[in-house]
């Protein structure tokens, strides 16, 4: 099941063109995941704070379909794809109104962060992950 | 009638100690006089690009009584203390749970972005804004 | 040829873990295009408020091979791959000491602001681009 | 004596209007800091990574006198005018071939990361701050 988070275009993501500066978009989907971890059962505060998780994007790739102007309200939708030991592959889509924006694909690896290296993902998170594949 | 806005304190926002990078604060802070302004009427969209109208930051004050941290839900209350003909003097106020996490004032002045210069708030917003003074 | 642009990891740029979050990545590396098309012979500030013309990127992607860190400085490199009419395909590497740190693709496009739609990089441009090819 | 800081205004610093977005004056002005830190001796890496110590922003006043612009080279000037035992209150003014574009006051405390409360100032770094009074 994709998880889909609801964010607007606001004056800080804009350019001199009025429209998406792209790294802002890399901030939303950062806020998108954070926010899909939560739903998955554990937050990015116990994670990173507790648990001394991380979970770096060590792939992206995404095309811009079209711009997206102030004011626009942005839904993203992620959508695992592969869930491994230690990563995932989840797919990307951004659209207002439906007519798509942005679309892509991350990978995520857990990360032990005392020790720097990854690990195995917890085992609730990998249920919640592997659950949600389409 | 002082104005709410929440927001999360996000991955985004935090620096290498943990806590809130200062100038995320500022970020949030232009995010909640945007919602500001559309409660009082107008968008930004449409006061930006169909009005041309700016309302850029002329003076700033802070204090940055104490750290916010990743998972803190902040609310930010907006207050206006002083409606001239073309500015704006407003409070604001950071907390987390009750407990002051910044506080200040900031001056909006209304531009027309046509001739990069101050102009008088259009009316409507003028009496919205009064009638918010508390 | 390629450009070499240098940039330290500043306290703006890194997380909670310490290490540079992802989409400031992006932010340094559209710094790295601007520098790089000053370099060709047309600054942003010449072609976006001058000429009217944008370079939004349509396409991106990267590998993280490795964290960077508070204090390092960075030297992004980058080198067109290929230059259409209206595009050009780039590759770049980001590194510390020799160590990389990021590598990828980005594809910008030549945009006419004011039509809002694609148009043939100016002459002059697509000279230096092509010049410029391995 | 002061210490300047020279910045282009870069794409990602100017919003839909052309001219720098508040809050990146604010990365700027960090950026600034972190430099100025390392000419007084101890950079943030060793500072925040080795020191523990944090220089956390308790207050901050600033008036935006003018825009500044995409390709705008800003030079920063700092300068300390009150060095306490573990805080330090400084001037910046920011301009643009010599044309004023934001003064104000900022006050930094030095913080124990570890201990999470102000500290004495290290010896090195107290006496660079204090021969650096105007």
Chains 1, 2, 3, 4 share one sequence.
Not at 14 to 23: E, L, T
Not at 33 to 54: K, N, P, Q, T
Not at 103 to 109: A, S
Not at 112 to 131: K, V
Request: glycine share 6%; net charge negative; aromatic share 10%.
């Amino acid at each position: 099941m994709s998880f889909v988070h609801h964010t607007p275009v606001r004056f800080a993501h804009v350019d001199a063109a009025g429209i998406v500066f792209y790294p802002r978009f890399f901030e939303m989907l950062n806020a998108a995941v954070e926010d899909w971890f939560a739903a998955l059962g554990r937050d990015f505060r116990a994670l990173h704070l507790e648990d001394r998780i991380g979970t770096p994007t060590v792939r992206l790739e995404a095309d811009f379909l079209a711009p997206a102007m102030l004011g626009d309200e942005l839904a993203i939708t992620l959508t695992p794809v592969k869930v491994g030991n230690s990563s995932c592959t989840y797919r990307f889509d951004f659209s207002v109104g439906g007519a798509p924006k942005l679309k892509g694909e991350g990978v995520l690896v857990c990360m032990d962060l005392h020790a720097q290296r990854s690990r195995p993902w917890p085992e609730a998170i990998a249920a919640s992950l592997r659950a949600a594949l389409p």
